[in-house]
C-alpha cells in the first residue's frame, strides 16, 4: 500500500469514529455509564489500538536490535540518509486506521452475546443477522476484493455493525414495561415465595424498573421480616442513574415508614431521611424530609410511648375546675417526670414548633411537677403558634382555665381564660361547657353577695 493511499486527514477521524462507535455500542450492551466500567473501555482501547500501533511505529524505526525494519521503502531511506521518520509518518496513516478497524471488528464480535441476551429468543437475533447478512456480506466482499487483506477488519465491521444496530432497534421496540399481575395475585393469597420469583422474573426483563425493586424490598421488610435486606436494595436503587430525586424520596420515605413501624428503630429512620438531604441538598423533597426528621421520636423509648393509646383530655368538661386539691408526687413519680420532662425538652429543641411535644411538655409541668405557672407560659405559646385548629386552640383554653382553678387557685384568672374561650371559640364543646362554668360561678358570686347581705 502507498502512503498517498490513505492521509492522516482522513486516516484519524475514521479510526476516531470507529472507537466512538465501539463506545456507544459498549455503552448500551454493557451499562458501563459508570466510571470504572469507562474506564475499561479506556484500557480495551489502549491495548487494542494504542499498544499494536505503537508498536508497529517501534519495529520500523530499526531501534530494537536484531529486529529488522518491516517496511523496506524506510530501511532503504534509513541507509541512505534519507527523511525516513517522514515517511514512517506519513505509511503510519493507513496503518492506524487498518489497526482501529481490526480492533472495532474484534470487539463487535465479543459484544454479540450480549446482543443475544436482548432477544427472548435467541433465534431472533439469527433471522435478523440472516436477513441483513443478504445485503450486507456482498458489500463487504467487494472491500475486501477492492482493498485486499488490510480491508478485512472495516469489511467485518460493515457486515456486524449494522446488523447490531438493527437488533438493537428491535429489541428496543418490542421491549414491554413489565407486569406484576402474577405477583399481586401470589401476594394476595399470601404465597409470598412465589410472589418473589414472580417479581425477580419481571425485574431480569427490566432490570432498571423502580415499582418492581420497591415490591421486592416492600416484601422483604413486611412479609419476610428482613429489614437489612430492603434496607440495603433501597439504597442501591436510589444509586441507579436512572432513579428521579421523586422517587428517591419515596423510597428513602419508604424505608423510614419501614424501620419505624416493623423494626421500632428511629434511629434508622432518621439515617434514611437524612440520606435525602445528602443526595438532594437544597430542594423541596430534603426541606420536607428534614421536616419529618425534627417530628421522629429522640428513641425508641419515646416511640413506643407515642403508640401507646391515650385518654382523650377535655378539662373544661370533668371535674378538674372543681377539684382544689391536687395530689402530691412521691419521689419516684417526680423522678419518672423529671426523665420524660427532660425528654420532651430535647425534641422541643430540636423543633421549637412542635406542638404536640410541648403540650405534653405542659401536662408534666402542671400534673406531675407542680410547676402550673410554666405549664400555663407552654399552653400561651401554643395559643400564639399560628395555623393551630380551633379545637385544639380550644382544649388548650380549657385546660389553662382548669390549672388556673385547679393549681395556682386563682378563680380570677380561671374567668379571663373561660370568657376568652366564649368570645373567640363560640361554637365548639369547651365554649358550650366554658358558659356553663361561667354561669355556675356568677350564680356562687350572687349567693355569696346574699349571704355577706343577710
Known amino acids: 500500500m502507498q502512503a498517498a493511499t490513505l492521509s492522516w486527514w482522513g486516516a484519524f477521524p475514521m479510526a476516531t469514529a470507529l472507537v466512538l462507535m465501539v463506545h456507544h455500542y459498549w455503552r448500551q450492551l454493557l451499562d458501563t455509564d459508570q466510571r470504572p466500567a469507562f474506564r475499561a473501555f479506556l484500557a480495551w482501547t489502549a491495548k487494542g489500538v494504542a499498544l499494536p500501533f505503537a508498536v508497529w511505529i ?37 496503518a492506524l486506521f487498518v489497526t482501529a478497524s481490526f480492533w472495532t471488528a474484534v470487539t463487535l464480535v465479543s459484544l454479540l452475546p450480549a446482543v443475544v441476551n436482548r432477544f427472548e429468543d435467541p433465534n ?44 438493537l432497534t428491535a429489541t428496543q421496540v418490542a421491549k414491554r414495561p413489565p407486569s406484576y399481575g402474577a405477583a399481586l395475585a401470589k401476594l394476595n393469597f399470601g404465597n409470598y415465595p412465589d410472589a418473589e420469583q414472580e417479581i425477580l422474573r419481571e425485574l431480569e426483563k427490566c432490570q432498571d424498573d423502580f415499582d418492581g425493586w420497591m415490591m421486592l424490598a416492600n ?37 423510614a415508614d419501614w424501620h419505624l413501624k416493623r ?15 445528602l443526595r438532594l441538598p437544597g430542594t423541596h423533597v430534603a426541606r420536607m424530609a428534614r421536616q419529618r426528621i425534627d417530628q421522629l421520636p429522640a428513641n425508641r423509648e419515646e416511640l413506643i410511648e407515642q403508640r401507646t393509646p391515650k385518654i382523650i383530655r377535655l378539662p373544661a368538661l370533668n371535674d378538674e375546675l372543681d377539684d382544689s386539691t391536687p395530689a402530691r408526687p412521691t419521689k419516684s413519680n417526680r423522678r419518672e417526670a423529671e426523665v420524660q420532662a427532660d425528654r420532651w425538652v430535647e425534641r422541643l429543641k430540636r423543633n421549637p414548633n412542635d406542638a404536640e411535644a410541648r403540650e405534653k411538655f405542659a401536662t408534666i409541668l402542671a400534673e406531675r411537677l407542680g410547676e402550673a405557672d410554666l405549664a400555663i407560659e407552654q399552653l400561651d405559646l401554643l395559643l400564639a403558634m399560628p395555623d393551630q385548629s380551633v379545637q385544639k386552640s380550644a382544649e388548650w383554653l380549657a385546660r389553662s382555665a382548669a390549672w388556673q382553678m385547679k393549681y395556682r387557685q386563682d378563680p380570677a384568672a380561671a374567668r379571663v381564660r373561660l370568657e376568652q374561650l366564649v ?25 355569696r353577695k346574699a349571704r355577706s347581705t343577710v
Open 219 to 255: 416484601l422483604y421488610a413486611n412479609k419476610f421480616d428482613d429489614l437489612p435486606e430492603a434496607d440495603r436494595m433501597i439504597r442501591e436503587l436510589c444509586g441507579q442513574p436512572n432513579v428521579s430525586g421523586i422517587q428517591t424520596s419515596l423510597a428513602l420515605h419508604r424505608l
Open 423 to 447: 368570645r373567640e371559640f363560640p361554637q365548639t364543646s369547651q365554649a358550650f361547657a366554658a358558659q356553663r362554668r361561667l354561669n355556675l360561678m356568677e350564680m356562687e358570686e350572687r349567693i
Open 263 to 277: 423494626g421500632d428503630d428511629p434511629a434508622s429512620a432518621r439515617r434514611a431521611l437524612e440520606e435525602i438531604c
Open 58 to 94: 517501534v519495529l520500523n524505526t530499526g531501534i530494537l536490535p536484531g529486529v529488522p525494519i518491516l517496511l523496506p521503502e524506510v530501511a532503504i531511506l534509513k541507509g541512505q540518509g534519507g527523511p525516513w521518520f517522514r515517511y514512517l509518518l506519513a505509511e503510519s496513516a493507513p
Open 124 to 167: 431472533d437475533l439469527k433471522i435478523h443477522a440472516s436477513f441483513w447478512s443478504l445485503f450486507l456480506l456482498p458489500l463487504s466482499a467487494v472491500v475486501v476484493f477492492a482493498f485486499g487483506w488490510w480491508g478485512a477488519g472495516a469489511a467485518l465491521v460493515a457486515w456486524l455493525a449494522p446488523i447490531i444496530q438493527v437488533s
